[in-house]
């Protein structure tokens, strides 16, 4: 290599791509991004499935970021979601990590607890007296 312009050997193959600085690919590393683990999947999952039984819910989309995992649900095919359940590790000590947000964007509710964030959205708990 000289003034950190890449040579070729015979009968090698060099690939470049303008822009991005060489990396090592042994040293690369994947883009860390944020999930749902199978306990929160399997409580927003019943909620969805009471939910789609009732015939209120009809769709769901799943989006994971590098700062945030997102699960949508819709009530029928439509642009916007009706609710986002958002998983924000950065919240963790602050508010909560989850959040519940309607379809103009303002926040139901807000906790530690996915179960307990998630009842907003369950109505099916009601007081009898």
Same mark, same amino acid.
Not at 52 to 68: C, I, K, N, P, T
């Given at each position: 290599?000289?003034?950190?312009?890449?040579?070729?050997?015979?009968?090698?193959?060099?690939?470049?791509?303008?822009?991005?600085?060489?990396?090592?690919?042994?040293?690369?590393?994947?883009?860390?991004?944020?999930?749902?683990? &199978?306990?929160?999947?399997? +409580?927003?999952?019943?909620?969805? $499935? @009471?939910?789609?039984?009732? /015939?209120?819910?009809?769709?769901?989309?799943?989006?994971?970021?590098?700062?945030?995992?997102?699960?949508?649900?819709?009530?029928?095919?439509?642009?916007?979601?009706?609710?986002?359940?958002?998983?924000?590790?950065?919240?963790?000590? &602050?508010?909560?990590?989850? +959040?519940?947000?309607?379809?103009? $964007? @303002?926040?139901?509710?807000? /906790?530690?607890?996915?179960?307990?964030?998630?009842?907003?959205?369950?109505?099916?708990?009601?007081?009898?007296?």
């Amino acid at each position: 290599m000289q003034s950190g312009i890449p040579t070729e050997k015979p009968g090698s193959i060099l690939l470049v791509h303008s822009g991005e600085p060489m990396a090592n690919p042994s040293t690369a590393k994947a883009p860390v991004i944020v999930t749902f683990d &199978r306990k929160e999947l399997t +409580t927003i999952m019943a909620v969805y $499935g @009471r939910k789609v039984g009732q /015939g209120e819910w009809r769709d769901y989309a799943m989006d994971f970021l590098r700062d945030r995992a997102m699960f949508s649900i819709y009530a029928r095919v439509s642009e916007r979601p009706l609710f986002v359940v958002e998983k924000t590790p950065k919240m963790r000590n &602050r508010q909560g990590q989850y +959040t519940v947000t309607n379809q103009q $964007g @303002r926040i139901l509710k807000r /906790g530690h607890d996915i179960a307990q964030v998630l009842r907003v959205l369950d109505t099916q708990l009601a007081v009898v007296g």
